[in-house]
């Protein structure tokens, strides 16, 4: 069976400290992140059957001072910001060559981040800058040597090749950062040099993603103090129903903290399955199908639940009052295709809104914006029968500041207007 395209949420959480590893001072740590994936969007498996393409990579801003906290001592948390810390992607198979096309499936891609948790000394500021430039450049080039270096029969990443790969990225850091700083500057930084507290490689497969996980995980630093850094990855479907069915499909967690690879999960192991059955979606296919593709303005509000489907079940798995939320709204996604001139129910804005103020306490600031836009809404479709409330939402864009009478916080505007 072929492979599907999947969306992925990777987030880096939280550091916490045992140990600040600096005497009577407090720690200063900063991380340097960077997101990559191999995957079909750019890398294509050839006649030869080797891997041809370049990889994805995604870089984060910032050096001393970017988690936000100059002054951690042991026991505190360090919340990773969303700038540094989260990446949403999706994870596409790897095709292969037409004319082996009925011999084989598809390849499965990988997705993963490379963490760097860093603590500050004398480096300056620009030398450290340009450790972190360091750090991007060596990563790139390093996961383009692993596709040049991959086939068919060949495609897994070895715990030799990771240890290898953190290594020259720790020598590319050290050169970066002598070369940007000037003589004296080197000298004093050589006095007490930035530390290098850990590097760690996360790597997950897309067979072990695919197609609905969530999975936590970690690892532990007993370096320059004591350190644990913490994360988790969401992978749904593109369909915003099927990503919010699958919390009630077996959705479940794995939390990993060992080894060099976040690989490791298996669909056997997925946690614990929901005891509630998952909910038909054929109403809403039919809706798809049939009225949705006479309201054009809709697909604004779609793209929009579509872009945080993996937060909202990220939100749901966490709280059960926020799954059975989600569970009501995909029975109101039945209703609407079911009974299109029946009055909305108040109990489905009251969930509405509840998944929405989740969503508007997320520490990603589109996610934030997003939900403050769709919750200024929901007071304008009260009263409104299921038919309706889709022609209003058809005619009104997601507005950072929008206005419809009688309401500040919505705007109408003509359906040819797109934003």
Request: with cysteine; net charge negative.
């Amino acid at each position: 069976m072929a492979r599907k395209v999947i969306r992925i949420n990777l987030e880096l959480d939280h550091i916490h400290c045992y140990d600040e590893g600096d005497g009577w001072g407090s720690a200063e740590p900063y991380l340097w992140t960077v997101f990559f994936k191999v995957d079909g969007g750019t890398v294509q498996l050839t006649e030869s059957l080797s891997l041809s393409g370049t990889p994805t990579t995604h870089n984060t801003p910032g050096s001393h001072g970017n988690l936000g906290d100059t002054d951690v001592d042991a026991g505190d948390n360090v919340t990773i910001p969303a700038s540094i810390g989260e990446w949403e992607t999706y994870l596409k198979p790897i095709p292969v060559p037409a004319s082996f096309s009925s011999l084989l499936g598809d390849v499965g891609g990988v997705v993963g981040v490379v963490a760097i948790l860093m603590e500050e000394d004398n480096v300056t500021d620009d030398g450290a800058d340009a450790g972190h430039a360091a750090v991007n450049s060596s990563v790139r080039d390093a996961l383009q040597q692993i596709v040049d270096t991959r086939s068919l029969t060949n495609q897994d990443v070895s715990e030799e090749e990771i240890s290898g790969f953190t290594g020259v990225i720790e020598s590319k850091i050290k050169d970066a950062i002598v070369a940007q700083q000037n003589a004296f500057e080197n000298f004093w930084s050589w006095l007490n040099p930035d530390d290098t507290i850990g590097v760690k490689v996360f790597v997950f497969k897309h067979d072990d993603l695919d197609p609905a996980v969530t999975q936590n995980f970690s690892h532990r630093w007993k370096n320059e103090g004591d350190w644990e850094l913490f994360g988790h990855i969401t992978s749904t479907p593109l369909c915003p129903a099927k990503a919010l069915n699958a919390l009630f499909e077996g959705i479940g967690g794995k939390s990993d903290s060992s080894g060099a690879s976040a690989s490791a999960t298996s669909k056997a192991n997925l946690g614990e399955k929901c005891m509630e059955p998952s909910v038909d979606l054929e109403p809403m296919r039919r809706f798809r199908d049939g009225d949705y593709r006479t309201m054009p303005g809709l697909e604004r509000w779609f793209r929009l639940a579509e872009r945080h489907a993996g937060r909202i079940v990220g939100l749901a798995l966490t709280d059960p009052d926020l799954r059975a939320s989600a569970r009501k709204m995909l029975e109101w996604g039945n209703l609407i295709a079911h009974q299109p001139e029946a009055v909305l129910a108040k109990e489905h804005v009251e969930h509405a809104e509840r998944l929405l103020t989740a969503l508007s306490k997320h520490r990603n600031r589109h996610a934030r914006i997003d939900a403050r836009r769709a919750l200024s809404i929901l007071s304008a479709i009260k009263g409104k029968t299921h038919r309706e409330a889709m022609a209003f939402l058809a005619g009104t864009a997601p507005a950072r500041h929008p206005t419809v009478e009688g309401n500040t916080c919505a705007r109408i505007l003509p359906n040819n207007k797109r934003t």
